[in-house]
């Protein structure tokens, strides 16, 4: 359905109506709903209206994907319950969402924008949140900080939510405001970095994949490793920033030679940037005998000076050479000399 501006749209005592696509400018009501129900009313826009969209006794109607501007009020609900409010946009009205002896409506993922007064509500207690991580609306007056994450907001990491939870009156809180009126989805692969270089076949590999969330909410993802043709995949919660994610690679039955690595982080909903979810490790790895330390498959004079050269050397000491510490204890020890003289002498055939 399509009005020409000025003029309003009245949903009288019917159900299952469809309204969208229309602008309404300077009238009464852009869009009056008087004891409707199982109603859709979308993608339309309100300005300079008394009310953008007004329900009277009207139940289990969903509104999205509205922009109400510069009216008096943008959305008005009047002994309507069960509502689904869903991603508006209320901008510079003087009230943003008035309710009136109605409940349990679901108001999630709105955007109250300098409002004078963002919500008049009388006799009312609604849902303003769809939980963690989902959250609820973004208020351009919320004051709050976004430093934590998790259902606590207790945890390190920004994860798109604010802190502490936006008042609306003592019987309606939005637990989890949004701290950006839209959304943006955008996750990368952006370097992978090994324990080691070279490991001994039997021994772990650690793969560290350094993924970044660059939009502004919390983003569960799946990550995925391949080794040459095989694969490791891990599920992971991105805050906002940078996450190191460490796969480990058993390579018990692993065939002895040289390995590729890359990354990849499966695209997330309402993503559209993905030329950066995928990354390559550069060089390869190489999976030999256990002992030798330098990768040319035999274990010589060489490798045993290597090892006693660092001998007591520990991880993060300049002398240290994760290749020497062949049973990846962090350490340079009697242990790791034992496993290389036990084979000394060993060529790959």
């Given at each position: ?9 009245l949903i009288?005592?019917?159900s ?10 300077t ?12 109603s ?16 009277f ?5 969903t509104?999205?994907?509205n ?19 869903l991603?508006?946009?209320a ?5 943003g ?7 349990n ?8 924008v300098?409002?004078?007064?963002q919500?008049?509500?009388s ?8 939980g963690?991580?989902s ?17 606590n907001?207790?945890?390190?990491g920004s994860?798109g939510?604010?802190?502490t939870?936006?008042?609306i ?15 943006v ?16 076949q ?6 560290r994949?350094?993924?970044e ?11 995925t ?5 095989s694969?490791?995949?891990?599920t992971v919660?991105?805050?906002i ?12 039955g ?43 498959r035999?274990i ?9 050269s ?9 002398r ?15 242990y790791?000399?034992v496993i290389?003289?036990?084979r000394?002498g060993?060529?790959e055939?």
């Amino acid at each position: 359905m399509c009005v020409d501006p000025n003029s309003s749209i009245l949903i009288d005592n019917v159900s299952g109506s469809n309204i969208s696509n229309n602008v309404i400018k300077t009238s009464d009501h852009g869009i009056l709903l008087n004891r409707t129900e199982n109603s859709f009313i979308a993608n339309n826009e309100f300005v300079e209206n008394w009310a953008g969209i007004e329900l009277f006794y009207s139940h289990n109607n969903t509104i999205t994907n509205n922009n109400a501007t510069e009216n008096i009020y943008g959305i008005i609900q009047s002994e309507s319950s069960s509502n689904f409010l869903l991603n508006n946009k209320a901008a510079d009205n003087q009230y943003g969402v008035k309710l009136s002896n109605s409940n349990n409506n679901v108001i999630q993922s709105n955007a109250f924008v300098n409002n004078t007064l963002q919500v008049i509500s009388s006799a009312s207690i609604n849902i303003w949140d769809n939980g963690y991580p989902s959250g609820g609306n973004y208020w351009s007056d919320y004051t709050g900080a976004d430093l934590k994450s998790g259902p606590n907001q207790d945890q390190p990491g920004s994860d798109g939510v604010g802190d502490t939870p936006y008042t609306i009156d003592a019987n309606n809180t939005d637990r989890y405001p949004l701290m950006n009126a839209i959304a943006v989805h955008d996750v990368a692969i952006t370097n992978i970095t090994t324990s080691k270089t070279i490991v001994g076949q039997g021994f772990n590999l650690y793969i560290r994949v350094q993924a970044e969330n660059k939009g502004n909410r919390l983003e569960t993802v799946n990550v995925t490793v391949y080794v040459n043709t095989s694969i490791i995949t891990q599920t992971v919660n991105l805050t906002i920033g940078t996450t190191i994610i460490t796969f480990t690679l058993n390579t018990t039955g692993w065939t002895k030679g040289n390995y590729t690595i890359n990354a990849y982080a499966w695209p997330v909903p309402g993503e559209t940037q993905t030329k950066d979810n995928t990354f390559t490790y550069e060089g390869f790895i190489k999976i030999t005998v256990p002992g030798d330390t330098d990768g040319d498959r035999d274990i010589d004079i060489y490798d045993i000076v290597r090892l006693a050269s660092i001998y007591g050397a520990k991880k993060g000491e300049a002398r240290f050479n994760p290749n020497c510490d062949i049973d990846g204890n962090d350490v340079i020890n009697i242990y790791d000399v034992v496993i290389a003289t036990s084979r000394y002498g060993y060529k790959e055939p």
